[in-house]
T-cell receptor, first 114, second 110 residues
Framework: GAGVSQSPSNKVTEKGKDVELRCDPI?????LYWYRQSLGQGLEFLIY????????KSGLPSDRFSAERTGGSVSTLTIQRTQQEDSAVYLCASSLREAADTQYFGPGTRLTVL | GQQLNQSPQSMFIQEGEDVSMNCTSS?????WLWYKQDPGEGPVLLIA?????ELTSNGRLTAQFGITRKDSFLNISASIPSDVGIYFC??????????FGQGTRLTINP
């Protein structure tokens, strides 16, 4: 079966522009997570969706970051007015249920802000 | 106290050598997870540990949950080229999210 897919795989943008990153989780997985991985760093939690519950946004670094999950499936992470420090790999993961240790990660979107 | 400290940050070894890396924290946790990230890919779960003192193997990989519940180590025996990558320890940060260490980058010299 298909794993978690993300698009685009690479995104280069100019400072100040908005970007949208997409995640297609594994079919049937109710939990979806976004993480950010800066160069040479570990993964930093951004936001979590579980079913129809309100998302846990506690990891979003600023109000320029937002995410939505439509129909309990596809998720979009939006970064407004991008800054150079936003450059990183953005990873999406899904799991069959909440609080699952086995999170299945997508390949990530590498964002470069010039 | 919530951070995970991994060491070493990087390793350069010869094929066939054994590898050992560890992860420590000043806080007690009930779960330790080890993930591996191949270049250009997302992390993949290798081993999950749930009990202090637990020793778990997955092929050539062995991981242990420290007795103090503040540390864990991962060993790889007889390394092969496909072991190259970044190894992360992780723990539960609340009910949902995972908190990751900074990673240990493993390079195998031909």
């Amino acid at each position: 079966g298909a794993g978690v897919s993300q698009s685009p795989s690479n995104k280069v943008t100019e400072k100040g522009k908005d970007v949208e990153l997409r995640c297609d989780p594994i079919s049937g997985h109710t939990a979806l997570y976004w993480y950010r991985q800066s160069l040479g760093q570990g993964l930093e939690f951004l936001i979590y969706f579980q079913g129809n519950s309100a998302p846990d946004k506690s990891g979003l670094p600023s109000d320029r970051f937002s995410a939505e999950r439509t129909g309990g499936s596809v998720s979009t992470l939006t970064i407004q007015r991008t800054q150079q420090e936003d450059s990183a790999v953005y990873l999406c993961a899904s799991s069959l249920r909440e609080a699952a240790d086995t999170q299945y990660f997508g390949p990530g979107t590498r964002l470069t802000v010039l | 106290g919530q951070q995970l400290n991994q060491s070493p940050q990087s390793m350069f070894i010869q094929e066939g050598e054994d590898v050992s890396m560890n992860c420590t924290s000043s806080s007690i946790f009930n779960t330790w997870l080890w993930y591996k990230q191949d270049p250009g890919e997302g992390p993949v779960l290798l081993i999950a540990l749930y009990k202090a003192g637990e020793l778990t193997s997955n092929g050539r990989l062995t991981a242990q949950f420290g007795i103090t519940r503040k540390d864990s180590f991962l060993n790889i025996s007889a390394s092969i080229p496909s072991d190259v990558g970044i190894y992360f320890c992780a723990r539960r940060g609340g009910a949902q999210k995972l908190v990751f260490g900074q990673g240990t980058r493993l390079t195998i010299n031909p």
